[in-house]
């Protein structure tokens, strides 16, 4: 195993530093023998000479260490980037990411370069680390999150556009779970707080203890009974309601629980739990954003890939609300249709059309099921849905058709804890953690929505 030249470095440093410290100490006791004067001069001088040349060396490491770690961004941040950097180097040097060179007569390692960028709220962050056509293909399947502490890679590596650098992006991993209420009213406060302090209060969601200015799209939001998947869009549904353009909603839920009660105090003639009325409502829905795509068609001729975000910027006084459907066990719906195929087809040809041509109308379907194969979920329906969720401590064929990935970190969820995904924002699923909310007296708190 070669040695780090850094390392070779800093040691030769420690040696020097520790030959002048001896000779110093040396030359001043003997000079405070009872020697001839000019014997006990000179050593005094040697003596201080050597002092002089410690403090040189150790005052300029200490500057070099500083800039090369930021001190002036905060001592404690200065020392985490110094450990991260040193357990980075040890790893790649293990995984053979280092280039053959001389010095002083040594064969040594000479590492890429590493620098490490944080948030100002020290949550996220961002390590470049220096690219060559030699080990790109392996930096890329790195996995650098053990080197990173309370640190964890939260999406693949990328290339600056320069291709110089291959980007890690990391999150702390501490600051990753949701956030926990006591209760509805000190969760809808927060919400409402936040908000506030958006340019644009409409399509922003909360996860993972931050806010992210995240288009609505139609959902998958899988996992085991008892995953919290009912309660992920239970809390999904609470914060749009307080967007500057409320969402209209539509619910269709066969076993007649939390979310036909939510339903019931948001919109009671648009909240189903029969199988025929759910393909009722359904058509009913269809309609809707058949006849909002022909009131659209002037908008189109100003802007050809115009959208209802677009057409509610221009005309503020006569918005369009975006348009949700929530069904509850899909996979059940679906199992009910198998006697009668006619139906179960355009059930499905309903949700397809929806969930590929509603986006730009604002028609979205959200959708909970308990898994997310074909057999509970078609192909063609499931690959529409551009925001994927799993949550709870699901099986890893669960994870594997719902984000069609292979290789996901093992971890144990609690309920409402998983992954998530979304077409055009992430490369790989990353972990999601929704707030921890009493639901005691959430009825009361729901403000009725036309």
Not at 11 to 27: E, K
Not at 122 to 140: H, L, P, V, Y
Request: proline share 5%.
């Amino acid at each position: 195993m070669y040695r780090d030249r850094r390392s070779v470095i800093i040691r030769i440093f420690i040696v020097v530093v520790g030959v002048l410290a001896f000779i110093g100490g040396v030359a001043f006791r003997l000079s405070a023998n009872e020697l001839p004067r000019p014997v006990a001069l000179m050593l005094a001088r040697s003596a201080y000479f050597c002092f002089v040349l410690i403090g040189v060396h150790v005052i300029g490491y200490l500057v070099f260490w500083g800039i090369r770690n930021r001190i002036f961004d905060g001592i404690g941040l200065a020392f985490v980037r110094a450990r991260m950097e040193r357990n980075l180097r040890k790893d790649l040097l293990k995984a053979g990411i280092f280039f053959k060179s001389y010095f002083l007569g040594e064969v040594v390692a000479v590492i890429p370069e590493i620098r490490i960028d944080f948030a100002d709220d020290m949550a996220t962050g961002e390590i470049f680390i220096e690219n060559s056509e030699k080990f790109q293909n392996i930096m890329e399947k790195l996995n650098i999150s053990p080197s990173l502490g309370k640190f964890t890679v939260i999406e693949e590596p990328y290339l600056t556009e320069d291709e110089n650098n291959i980007v890690y992006e990391i999150e702390d991993s501490c600051r990753r779970w949701g956030l926990k209420f006591q209760n509805v009213k000190e969760y809808i406060t927060y919400c409402i707080k936040q908000l506030k302090q958006q340019p644009d209060n409409n399509n922003f969601f909360f996860i993972n203890r931050k806010w992210i200015a995240i288009k609505l799209a139609s959902i998958l939001m899988c996992g085991p009974t008892g995953g919290g998947k009912t309660c992920a869009i239970v809390l999904l549904v609470m914060q749009s309601l307080f967007w500057k353009i409320k969402p209209k909603y539509f619910f269709a839920d066969p076993k007649e629980s939390s979310l036909f009660m939510l339903g019931t105090k948001i919109c009671p003639k648009r909240s189903v739990t029969e199988t025929a009325d759910i393909i009722a409502l359904l058509e009913k829905f269809d309609n809707e954003m058949k006849r909002r795509k022909k009131q659209m068609k002037p908008l189109l001729k100003k802007k050809l890939n115009g959208t209802y975000e677009d057409w509610n910027r221009l005309y503020p006084k006569n918005p369009f609300p975006p348009c949700i459907f929530v069904i509850d066990e899909l996979s059940s719906i679906i199992d009910e249709l198998d006697d009668d195929r006619n139906t179960k087809r355009h059930f499905l040809s309903l949700l397809k059309r929806i969930c590929k041509k509603g986006r730009q109308q604002g028609f979205f379907i959200w959708c909970i099921a308990q898994k997310s194969d074909a057999t509970d979920i078609p192909t063609s329906v499931r690959d529409s849905l551009i925001w994927k969720c799993c949550v709870g401590h699901a099986p890893r064929t669960t994870l594997q058709t719902c984000f069609e990935v292979q290789d996901l970190p093992k971890r144990k969820f609690k309920a409402g804890q998983g992954f998530f995904s979304y077409q055009g924002m992430t490369v790989t699923p990353q972990i999601v953690s929704f707030p921890d909310v009493d639901f005691t007296d959430m009825l009361n708190a729901v403000p009725p929505v036309r």
